[in-house]
């Protein structure tokens, strides 16, 4: 008999999980998520339809927080579950996975090679799938990965003008936030059929943020690159710059390689720039001149890329915000929209401030669709399972 579906999302200091009931789609039974592992960890458990329930708990690995995950008392696994199958969130998958995968020892070791790219995530991704075959060795383990949907850019979106053979060892664009536009690109397919067909830009505003532009529902190009840093500024990461910034800080201020990607990973972005947070809703809410500096850059570099990738398209027929900010910043959509007239974007304030779905009133289709990756997730794994 088949058992439940869990999926895991491992972060630095946190993991996010779910548990599913097999069905069509499969039918999300619980959620929840441990925070600040290595400090005062703390797990929050939400049955589907029911009150989120919270503890403190003593968790410095991902191990420990997947332990703390299965006991009775947080109510999250039913007593005597069976687990068949666990999803994993794996942000990089580099060039050779472009569909989920059996996390088999071969596979484990070619993702473990590609940590230098995604160091904030891959460890920790890869922490996780390792807790999990120990405490389920006998469920099918599947590994979802960020890049994958981006696969099959043209060489123009993938290389960067490099000696060619960098582009052959696999030095090139690859693109993140997959698992998010593999849903919307979905979701726009059941309720907006006519829209998903036609050139679509979907923004995933979150603490890592990026855009992809998407045609008949397929990622012609992205704004996220070999690794999780290009495009936009997110919470604590520096979206795009010159490369001769990082020549400068190399050769002239001395840092360090370990700490110029922790300068660049960990203390820029809305953090480096506001000087005050990484966190959107702190920063909408401070009203000082850097916060209000690093929001108007966020905003700029948001609007830039629109333009780019609405060129790529050949014009733009819809324009989707996601992810934490893009579903629940108002201000954030406002600012990103104001004088877009140009292109054909245009919102209603009013509705805007609803959060409603459509909030468009221009030709192009303004919408704020609520993202889900944990459930593509659950669908690969029913899917590898059958």
């Known amino acids: 008999m088949t058992g439940l579906i869990l999926t895991l999302n491992a972060g630095s200091s946190s993991l996010k999980f779910a548990l599913y009931q097999p069905g069509n789609p499969p039918v999300q039974l619980a959620e929840g998520q441990v ?6 960890a703390r797990i929050t458990v939400r049955p589907t339809g029911g009150e989120k329930r919270g503890s403190d708990i003593p968790a410095n690995t991902h191990a420990a927080a997947l332990e703390a995950i299965l006991v009775p008392e947080t109510g999250f696994l039913p007593v005597g579950a069976m687990i068949s199958g666990i999803g994993h969130r794996i942000v990089h998958g580099g060039a050779d996975f472009a569909e989920p995968r059996v996390l088999d020892d071969t596979t484990i070791a070619t993702l473990e090679k590609l940590s230098p790219l995604a160091p904030l995530h891959q460890p920790h991704n890869l922490a996780a799938v390792a807790a999990a ?17 981006h696969r099959g850019h043209d060489f123009v979106e993938e290389a960067f003008a490099l000696p060619r053979r960098y582009f052959e060892a696999g030095v090139r664009r690859y693109g993140f936030h997959g698992l998010s536009y593999d849903f919307i690109a979905g979701e726009l397919g059941r309720i907006a059929p006519e829209v998903a ?18 045609l008949n529902g397929k990622s012609v190009a992205s704004t996220m690159g070999l690794s999780a840093l290009d495009g936009l500024a997110m919470g604590t990461r520096s979206g795009q710059i010159d490369p001769g ?27 480096g720039l506001s000087g005050l947070s990484h966190d959107m809703r702190t920063l909408e809410a401070a009203g000082t001149r850097e916060s209000e500096q690093a929001l108007a850059y966020f905003v700029h570099r948001i609007r830039r890329e629109t333009g780019a990738l609405a060129a790529v398209l050949g014009g733009l027929d819809a324009l989707v915000f996601t992810g934490g900010i893009g579903e629940n910043s108002r201000r954030i959509r406002a600012a990103v929209c104001e004088g877009m007239d140009w ?33 593509v997730i659950a669908k690969a794994v029913q899917k590898a399972l059958a």
């Open 35 to 40: 925070e600040n592992l290595g400090g005062n």
């Open 245 to 271: 910034v990082l020549l400068y800080m190399l050769q002239h201020e001395g840092l360090s390689p370990d700490q110029l990607s922790d300068l660049l990973y960990k203390q820029s972005g809305l953090l």
């Open 197 to 214: 067909k036609r050139r679509v830009i979907v923004a995933h505003l979150g603490n890592g943020a990026s855009m992809c532009a998407m």
């Open 133 to 149: 075959r120990k405490a389920f060795p006998d469920a099918v383990q599947i590994g979802c990965f960020d890049t994958a949907f």
């Open 343 to 375: 292109l054909g974007i245009a919102i209603s304030p009013e509705l805007n401030a609803q959060n409603a779905t459509a909030i468009g009133t221009g030709n192009v289709r303004v919408m704020v669709l609520e993202t889900d990756e944990e459930g």
